[in-house]
């Protein structure tokens, strides 16, 4: 398979680095190549070039600069969010009760997890309606007096369905429960006001909306309770002790401010693929479905599930015939188990099995997607008849 015909359908995985990303990084890392905390000249120019990215990224949030915490990945915002405010919480008021939703991101489900099971903590789950979306009402049957914080996600991942995240934190916010919100999946097309939001922390990670990988970034509302998860030096307000990345801080702050000026025509780009996927593949394929929400779901993001088949192995002969989709969710590669996010969804494991997520990004081109179109339903179908062979 020669490398102009392959065809690049993951983008909820990862994005390219933009060409200006990448120009506007370059200089940091060998002209540029001071310590922020140093005091001479080099250090100087490094840190202007952090408190810079800073600023331009709180202008994107609507909120103060010295209320984003440079971190080093989405997941790293997620435990900073989590732990750090389920410990502070819990030192200043006893609270020791936590909530997340069924569909999270393992950065999320994981982090609660080791909460609860090193730290003690309980954990309630809000369970999802069959669209993956989390509910104001649902939400509320969990909350209580002691729950030190509640982590929703803004757009999920395996299945695009975004929520009404200002709902859920209004009601948190009544309640005196700090809000946090997994926004990786969403950062680079939702908006991201954190007022409009009402949320008090909001996760981001750059390699979703054409930044580098290894960089993220985690709001914090001022005055919410936080301890430090990751401890040594004062950086980041003492949030988060390490020196600066600062290449790929300014990478980030150019991807989301590009964000800001491509993001509509990215999005009117996408929509009608999209809608192309979600309205031929169940047409044309029997026994299939998509999952997540019809039309309340991210502009790029399209998913599926084919009844009998081995995602695994729908998967391989994607990418055999030069198509790079995913089954869900990158972090769960190699794993048999059904996607715990489409059983909580409602769905056996004899679909869950076998599904499929097609997400697009900015270069995505039409004819892609006829060629898609024109291969998948015969590869589904030679699956399945594979799969009744018994030997
Ligand atoms: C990708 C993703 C993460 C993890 O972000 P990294 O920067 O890869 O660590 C967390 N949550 C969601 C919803 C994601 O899509």
Redesign the pocket.
């Known amino acids: 398979m020669a490398e102009t015909t392959r065809v690049y359908l993951d983008h909820?995985a990862s994005t390219p680095v933009h060409p200006d990303v990448l120009e506007a990084m370059l200089p940091y890392f060998s002209e540029a190549y001071g310590n922020p905390s140093s005091v001479h000249y080099w250090g100087q120019q490094a840190e202007a070039a952090v408190e810079r990215s800073r600023g331009a990224m709180a202008d994107v949030l609507g909120c103060a600069p010295q209320e984003i915490i440079f971190t080093a990945?989405?997941?790293?915002s997620?435990n900073l969010a989590l732990r750090g405010a389920a410990l502070a919480r819990r030192m200043k008021h006893g609270h020791n009760h936590l909530v997340v939703s069924a569909v999270e991101?393992h950065?999320?489900l994981k982090t609660a997890e080791s909460l609860a099971q090193i730290e003690g903590f309980k954990v309630d789950l809000v369970e999802p309606d069959n669209f993956g979306e989390i509910h104001a009402e649902a939400l509320a049957r969990v909350l209580r007096p002691d729950t030190a914080v509640v982590s929703i996600?803004y757009?999920?991942?395996e299945v695009g369905t975004v929520n009404q995240i200002s709902d859920m934190a209004q009601l948190c916010r009544d309640a005196g429960v700090p809000f946090h919100t997994?926004a990786?999946?969403a950062g680079g097309h939702l908006p991201l006001d954190v007022e409009a939001l009402g949320v008090d922390l909001l996760?981001l990670?750059a390699?979703?909306f054409y930044g580098p990988?290894g960089v993220?970034a985690l709001y914090v509302r001022a005055d919410t309770e936080l301890v430090s998860t990751l401890t040594g030096g004062s950086q980041e307000f003492g949030l988060r002790a390490g020196t600066h990345n600062v290449p790929l801080i300014v990478g980030m702050a150019k991807a989301l401010s590009l964000v800001q000026e491509e993001g509509q025509a990215r999005a009117n780009h996408t929509l009608p693929l999209r809608d192309r996927l979600i309205r031929d593949i169940p047409d044309t394929i029997p026994q299939a479905r998509v999952t997540g929400h019809p039309t309340n779901r991210l502009p790029n993001h399209a998913s599926f599930v084919f009844e009998g088949v081995d995602g695994n192995q729908l998967l391989a002969a994607l990418d055999l015939a030069g198509f790079a989709c995913s089954s869900g969710s990158?972090c769960k590669t190699g794993d048999p188990e059904p996607s715990q996010v489409l059983l909580a969804m409602g769905l056996t494991a004899d679909w869950a099995l076998g599904s499929l997520r097609v997400t697009l990004g900015r270069d995505t081109e039409s004819h892609s997607i006829d060629r898609f179109l024109s291969v998948l339903p015969d590869m589904v179908q030679r699956l399945r008849a594979q799969a009744v062979v018994h030997w």
């Open positions: 909820a990945c989405g997941s790293e997620d991101h950065a999320v996600m757009a999920n991942n997994d990786v999946q996760s990670g390699h979703k990988k993220g990158a």
